[in-house]
């Protein structure tokens, strides 16, 4: 009897070990691992928002910008010539939703990135493309990946930090979204959060959203939210980090559940 054939399957399983180990130490190893200097420069002058996360948070911050720069391949698509500090403005955006969440983008590897609006050439896709009036795409989330964006929108997004815009983090709310294997605006829940009342809260918010919107009132969500439930937690998370005291103050179940999911609370941080 010949013992190959086991030893082969012996030897496969040992390296699926071996594999799985290395990469769970080289997470754990990034994710303690600080930025440099430069790249702290980088951050601060891109995306201003975090000049104002508590410091305890900033350790964790940039381990995951480390873990996401490992993680994700960036393409430079239109003729776009990719700089590392678009990869960091881009990563730090992304990575505030879940600084403080045991929640990764556990399944996007790629990001693309075009010069500015782009066409797709395949129409809109309901619940993951953010549009402007003329129909160029800022960006698109899909299922699994691929993230793509337009880099004026996402620095202009980051540069902002109260204009209620923000490209990066719309998008990367929809691939928090979608990690329940369904984009409809119901995303993984903090352990302990109770789902009756996010959904009380987030039907609540979108129905006078939408009433707002149809009897021509300004809201303090973008009105693109009104698009459907996926688009209005997207839109309702960027409220929530670049005008957080709005929110809790005029949408304070809201704020409530999104503070809980993200284990933040951004209104105090100014």
């Known amino acids: 009897m010949s013992y190959w054939p086991l030893i082969l399957i012996a030897l496969v399983v040992l390296g699926l070990?071996?594999?799985?180990?290395?990469?769970?130490?080289?997470?754990?190893?990034?994710?303690?691992?600080?930025?440099?200097?430069?790249?702290?420069?980088?951050?601060?002058?891109?995306v201003p928002m975090?000049?104002?996360?508590?410091?305890?948070?900033?350790p964790a911050l940039e381990g995951r910008i480390n873990l996401f720069l490992d993680q994700i391949?960036?393409?430079?698509?239109?003729?776009?010539?990719?700089?590392?500090?678009?990869?960091?403005?881009?990563?730090?955006?992304?990575?505030?939703l879940v600084v403080n969440s045991p929640v990764w983008f556990e399944t996007l590897r790629t990001v693309l990135v075009y010069p500015a609006g782009f066409d797709t050439g395949r129409g809109m896709h309901d619940g993951y493309v953010v549009h402007?009036?003329?129909?160029?795409?800022?960006?698109?989330s899909w299922d699994r990946g691929p993230v793509v964006l337009s880099w004026d929108d996402a620095l202009r997004g980051g540069?902002?930090?109260?204009?209620?815009?923000?490209?990066?983090?719309?998008?990367?709310?929809?691939q928090l979204d979608a990690l329940t294997g369904n984009t409809n605006g119901i995303p993984i829940l903090r352990k302990g959060q109770r789902y009756d009342r996010w959904e009380k809260a987030m039907l609540e918010a979108y129905?006078?959203?939408?009433?707002?919107?149809?009897?021509?009132?300004?809201?303090?969500?973008?009105?693109?939210?009104?698009?459907?439930?996926?688009?209005?937690?997207?839109?309702?998370?960027?409220?929530?980090?670049?005008?957080?005291?709005?929110?809790?103050?005029?949408?304070?179940?809201?704020?409530?559940?999104?503070?809980?999911?993200?284990a933040l609370d951004p209104a105090e941080w100014r």
């Open 17 to 46: 070990i071996y594999r799985s180990i290395a990469r769970r130490r080289k997470r754990a190893r990034l994710l303690v691992t600080p930025l440099t200097d430069e790249q702290r420069t980088v951050i601060d002058r891109l």
């Open 207 to 262: 129905e006078g959203h939408v009433e707002r919107l149809d009897r021509g009132e300004q809201t303090l969500i973008d009105p693109y939210g009104a698009t459907n439930h996926q688009e209005f937690f997207a839109e309702a998370t960027v409220t929530f980090f670049e005008r957080p005291q709005a929110m809790r103050r005029e949408e304070p179940a809201l704020y409530e559940q999104l503070a809980e999911l993200f």
């Open 159 to 174: 540069l902002d930090p109260n204009d209620g815009h923000n490209v990066v983090i719309h998008e990367f709310a929809h």
């Open 50 to 58: 975090l000049r104002h996360l508590p410091e305890e948070l900033r």
């Open 73 to 96: 391949t960036f393409h430079g698509s239109g003729g776009l010539e990719l700089k590392e500090r678009m990869r960091l403005s881009i990563a730090a955006q992304a990575c505030l």
């Open 132 to 140: 402007e009036p003329a129909s160029a795409t800022l960006g698109e």
